[in-house]
């Protein structure tokens, strides 16, 4: 059973658009939730993080939304840039638990 | 820094044979991470360690054994390996339990079991 769901698979975006990727989570008890973005050959690098005592958090051109009620978060990129064509995860903790539970991954490819 | 340094790169196993991917991070990290990334999928916890001496199960730890002697290495040794143990295997530290912190990962061994 996969604890944390995400989409698109993959997405493409002109230079300049927003690009936003979803991700959804069943387990209550989680609490830490982590965006990691992936360029080809390489390790997962974080890129943003939030708690769910906030509803939003953002760092430059990279926001993440929260909607505990709802048990979705999302990671928005604002003014894409070819630069930003990576595999981006989403993930999931609890905190006193260690275990970090990673969605399935979105290609994205933002377009010149 | 090194950071989080992985070896070998690379490496082919025949079914049956055994290994064992090296992990060191050289940041006085207490939290080692094992994960492996199968196609177009995310990644897997398979073990973790919260320092020398102390390890724990993640998610898929069937197939792998792992210790942690050091702060430093949190080797990832694999018995009998089957082809279900193709993947890209990556190693993680982080000096506490990740909330506020970063989890750093080495830059993955790709293993192929024929």
């Known amino acids: 059973q996969q604890q944390v769901k995400q989409s698109p698979q993959s997405l493409i975006v002109q230079k300049g658009g927003i690009s936003i990727i979803n991700c959804a989570y069943e387990n209550t008890a989680f609490d830490y939730f982590p965006w990691y973005q992936q360029f080809p050959g390489k390790g997962p690098a974080l890129l943003i993080a939030?708690?769910?005592?906030?509803s939003e958090k953002k760092e430059g051109r990279f926001t993440i939304s929260f909607n505990k009620s709802a048990k979705q978060f999302s990671l928005h990129i604002m003014d894409s840039q070819p630069g930003d064509s990576a595999t981006y995860f989403c993930a999931a903790m609890e905190y006193n638990f260690n275990k970090f539970y990673f969605g399935s991954g979105t290609k994205l490819n933002v377009k010149p | 820094n090194a950071g989080v340094t992985q070896t070998p790169k690379f490496r082919i196993l025949k079914i049956g044979q055994s290994m064992t991917l090296q992990c060191t991070q050289d940041m006085n990290h207490n939290y080692m991470y094992w994960y492996r990334q199968d196609p177009g999928m995310g990644l897997k916890l398979i073990y973790y360690s919260v320092g020398a001496g102390i390890t724990d199960k993640g998610e898929v730890p069937n197939g792998y054994n792992v210790s942690r002697s050091t702060t430093e290495d949190f080797p990832l040794r694999l018995e009998l390996a089957a082809p279900s143990q193709t993947s890209v295997y990556f190693c993680a530290s982080s000096s506490s339990a990740g909330g506020m912190d970063t989890q750093y990962f080495g830059p993955g061994t790709r293993l192929t079991v024929l």
């Open positions: 939030i708690r769910p005592d906030v």
